[in-house]
């Protein structure tokens, strides 16, 4: 009996299949289906990409003294201005439209930030 139990246990948890990473045209798809209503939970979401890409570039720079990009301190970023970043990432790298949504932040910030 138990092994059963730990064999069902075991598919269980190896069946189950998470896609966290959102496609651009998921999100493109998803502030057209939200314009009448208030898109509050995509500015969240892309916020919370934003907060994490700043954290890695903090992480990476206590580790190697460089940065991954260079946004002036004084220059606050909204959701729209990150939904641009990510337009304009997906129509320069993203043809085939496989990059999920987080890179194309992440490219969007190093194009737009460099380090000199």
Do not use: W
Request: hydrophobic letters at 40%.
């Amino acid at each position: 009996m138990k092994r059963l139990l730990l064999l069902i246990t075991l598919v269980c948890l190896t069946s189950v299949s998470a896609h966290a990473e959102l496609a651009y045209s998921e999100l493109v798809h998803s502030y057209q289906k939200s314009a009448e209503q208030k898109s509050q939970p995509l500015d969240s979401y892309l916020m919370g990409l934003y907060e994490g890409i700043k954290a890695a570039n903090l992480a990476y720079y206590m580790q190697t003294r460089q940065r991954l990009f260079c946004k002036p301190d004084n220059l606050e970023m909204n959701a729209r201005d990150l939904f641009k970043l990510i337009k304009d990432s997906h129509d320069s790298f993203d043809k085939a439209n496989e990059i999920p949504v987080s890179y194309l932040l992440f490219i969007g910030l190093r194009q737009t930030f460099p380090c000199l």
